[in-house]
């Protein structure tokens, strides 16, 4: 056990490229891009360098390197994703603050700033509806008020105004029928 390992590396790796495989396939490793296969292959470099045949044999010594050095790439692999992960978080709630609406999770954007200038076509919705309906448009959509905000400011009660935005949405239903059609693409 004494004599250095007469075997060239090719001659070396050509015996023990399946350890690499074997070590990927036990820890999980899918390796579309080979970057685990490679670090697996200058793992095994670094054993076949620094080996000492004093200390054990080299199959043992390679499963250790080879083993070990892919589970700190997997662990940095890990650490990078969870990073640009949150990063893209962040970005994500920079631009739509957060919020998401429906079972698609698409972003709701930011209504500060936007107006509502189409004044014959709220006169068309408010012809359409009671009073108290038209304050809950008022409040509720044009102003963004929320519905117990407008029981405090109307006097009325949390579920007349629920009643209200119910009836508004019957009335309505058509005339969203009708504007999608307008808007939607030919």
Not at 82 to 98: A, R
């Amino acid at each position: 056990m004494t004599e250095k390992v007469s075997m060239t590396f090719e001659e070396i790796f050509e015996q023990n490229e399946r350890r690499i495989h074997y070590h990927m396939l036990k820890l999980g490793i899918n390796d579309p891009h080979r970057e685990f296969y490679v670090e697996g292959l200058y793992a095994m470099w670094m054993a076949y360098k620094k080996y000492d045949p004093d200390k054990g044999p080299l199959a043992t010594y390679f499963n250790y390197t080879i083993r070990n050095r892919l589970i700190d790439m997997l662990r940095m692999k890990t650490r990078e994703d969870n990073n640009e992960q949150k990063i893209n978080q962040k970005e994500i709630c920079e631009v739509d603050n957060g919020n998401s609406c429906g079972t698609m999770k698409l972003p709701m954007f930011d209504p500060n700033g936007i107006t509502i200038e189409d004044n014959t076509f709220w006169e068309s919705v408010k012809s359409k509806l009671s009073e108290n309906q038209w304050k809950w448009v008022q409040f509720f959509i044009i102003e963004g008020m929320s519905m117990q905000e407008i029981a405090q400011l109307e006097g009325v009660s949390f579920d007349a105004v629920k009643s209200w935005g119910r009836e508004v949405r019957k009335k309505l239903k058509d005339e969203g029928e009708y504007l999608e059609s307008l808007y939607r693409p030919s």
